[in-house]
């Protein structure tokens, strides 16, 4: 079936340095990528997607790229700060339906 | 903005009962989701609607069931409570308007005892 594959499940920064996650998918049909933030004790949030007509997308200190060929989705956040500690989860959305097949998570604590 | 409002943010329910999580969502979409998220396995699929009264099957789907009475809410329902349902529930809705995020609820927090 239908697979995602997310890493590193932890990651550790400093303050200020860049944070990178990356995550593969195996369906070769799906054209969605949604990432999204879940603080402490919240609902997750979209942060950012994707979409499989495009290679880069960014929002401010969020970039989102997409390799098509390698099935792979990567998350970059760039001059980290404390606020941006929390769990972040890529998706994959199958094709035809509205389902998403989601990582299993990364834990990012950006250190003060 | 889209709204997607779980009934209980904590519930504690003793093992062998009926358990109903509750969720309406005000955005009229038709298809809804509800998840069950575990440290280190993210969030799993239970069941999905694509309407009312429809109802399919996620990937783990045992030991639970939905309703769909309504557009706007999609109850999960646990036949029979056990120890290892105790978990993080959340629901979420997506308007059918080609590729787009999912909203989700704030979870409930399900303990069985």
């Known amino acids: 079936g239908e697979n995602v594959e997310q890493h590193p499940s932890t990651l550790s920064v400093q303050e200020g340095d860049s944070a990178v996650i990356k995550c593969t998918y195996s369906?070769?049909?799906?054209?969605?990528f949604p990432w999204y933030k879940q603080e402490l004790g919240k609902r997750p949030q979209l942060i950012i997607d994707?979409?499989?007509?495009?290679g880069e997308k960014k929002d401010q200190r969020i970039a989102v790229t997409l390799n098509k060929t390698a099935k792979h989705f990567s998350l970059h956040i760039t001059e980290t700060q404390p606020e941006d500690s929390a769990v972040y989860f890529c998706?994959?959305?199958?094709?035809?339906?509205?389902?998403?097949?989601f990582g299993t998570g990364t834990r990012l604590k950006v250190l003060a | 903005d889209v709204k997607v409002t779980q009934s209980s943010r904590y519930l504690v329910k003793r093992t062998g009962e009926k358990v109903f999580l509750e969720c309406v969502q005000d955005?009229?979409?038709?298809?809804m989701f509800w998840y069950r998220q575990d440290p280190g396995l993210g969030l799993r699929l239970i069941y999905f609607?694509?309407?009312?009264?429809?109802?399919e099957k996620g990937d783990i789907p045992e030991g639970y069931s939905v309703s769909r009475e309504k557009k706007e809410r999609f109850s999960l329902i646990l036949e029979s409570a056990s120890t290892n349902q105790t978990s993080m529930y959340l629901c979420?809705?997506?308007?059918?308007?080609?590729?787009?995020?999912?909203?989700f609820g704030d979870g409930t927090r399900l303990s069985i005892l």
């Open positions: 998706a994959a959305m199958v094709v035809g339906t509205y389902k998403y097949i």
């Open positions: 369906d070769s049909a799906s054209n969605y």
């Open positions: 994707i979409r499989s007509n495009v």
């Open positions: 955005m009229d979409h038709e298809n």
């Open positions: 609607s694509y309407d009312v009264k429809m109802k």
């Open positions: 979420a809705s997506i308007s059918p308007t080609g590729a787009q995020p999912q909203h």
